[in-house]
């Protein structure tokens, strides 16, 4: 049996467990997949480290892209600084990178295509049972953590979202969070154009990550700043992310 093929047990017995969901927060009033999910969860961090730890999620031809790519998540942020950058095209916008680091940074859209990039085709796998394959082109986000220079204690790495799920200007923001592993393996990357194409702004402009051998609620969208931390206990409902403090696995790996 192949590494692929154990991903894809691990993926297809979590969502095979299931309900049909007809968007992603349906989980958050499902006692019975949040059992799943929970219950998942050791076991899909074990396999992936066990296993999987420096593989790459399969990556696709172009003709295999997916000609209408579903928008997980919100689509359209309320967030008045959202607002004034994207009416600018995101001209003003820059990444905040902070906590942890020796030296905390910001970074225009221009300055992070300056750095080391990477373009590749992959697979979204949402928790609602649906998936769609995109072409990405982003910044590696071991780049911007090396030159930011992680600080020994830092052991995981927040983002910090303009979007909140509920639409509203003062809704609670998304947040996600993931380990230092997936934040320097090779595929994780802080994307600005899909497709060949600036990012729209219904896949997450100016900046979203992808993180590809997790699931979709994973890969932040809207990001506004990046911090390194040590725990985060104190950021949300403390559990590392914004559906992870509602319910679902933290690490949420296929």
């Known amino acids: 049996m192949t590494d692929t093929d154990r991903r894809e047990l691990v993926v297809g017995g979590l969502l095979a467990g299931l309900p049909l969901l007809t968007a992603c927060d349906a989980v958050?009033?499902?006692?019975?997949?949040?059992?799943?999910?929970?219950?998942?969860?050791?076991?899909?961090?074990?396999?992936q480290r066990a296993l999987v730890r420096n593989a790459l999620a399969p990556e696709y031809a172009e003709r295999d892209i997916s000609p209408d790519f579903r928008a997980n998540g919100s689509v359209d942020p309320a967030d008045a600084e959202y607002r004034r950058l994207r009416a600018d095209g995101f001209r003003g916008y820059r990444l905040q990178v902070a906590g942890l680091v020796e030296r905390p940074l910001s970074l225009s859209l221009v300055e992070l295509a300056a750095m080391a990039t990477r373009t590749q085709i992959t697979k979204h796998d949402c928790v609602e049972g649906w998936t769609s394959i995109g072409k990405w082109t982003g910044t590696r986000l071991s780049a911007v953590?090396?030159?930011?220079?992680?600080?020994?204690?830092?052991?995981?790495?927040?983002?910090?979202?303009?979007?909140?799920?509920?639409q509203r200007p003062g809704g609670e923001r998304y947040y996600e969070s993931i380990g230092l592993d997936d934040a320097f393996h090779e595929q994780t990357i802080l994307a600005w154009r899909m497709n060949d194409q600036p990012l729209p702004v219904r896949h997450g402009a100016p900046l979203r990550l992808r993180v590809e051998r997790q699931l979709g609620y994973k890969h932040a969208k809207y990001i506004r700043r990046i911090e390194a931390v040590a725990s985060f206990s104190h950021i949300g409902r403390g559990k590392g992310g914004y559906w992870e403090d509602r319910g679902y696995e933290w690490y949420a790996g296929i």
């Not at 958050?28 to 396999?47: D, H, I, K, Y």
């Not at 953590?145 to 509920?166: K, S, Y």
Request: hydrophobic share 40%; with cysteine.
């Open 145 to 166: 953590l090396d030159r930011a220079g992680l600080r020994p204690e830092a052991r995981f790495i927040v983002f910090d979202c303009f979007d909140a799920l509920d």
């Open 28 to 47: 958050s009033g499902s006692p019975r997949a949040q059992g799943v999910l929970q219950g998942a969860e050791p076991l899909t961090r074990r396999a």
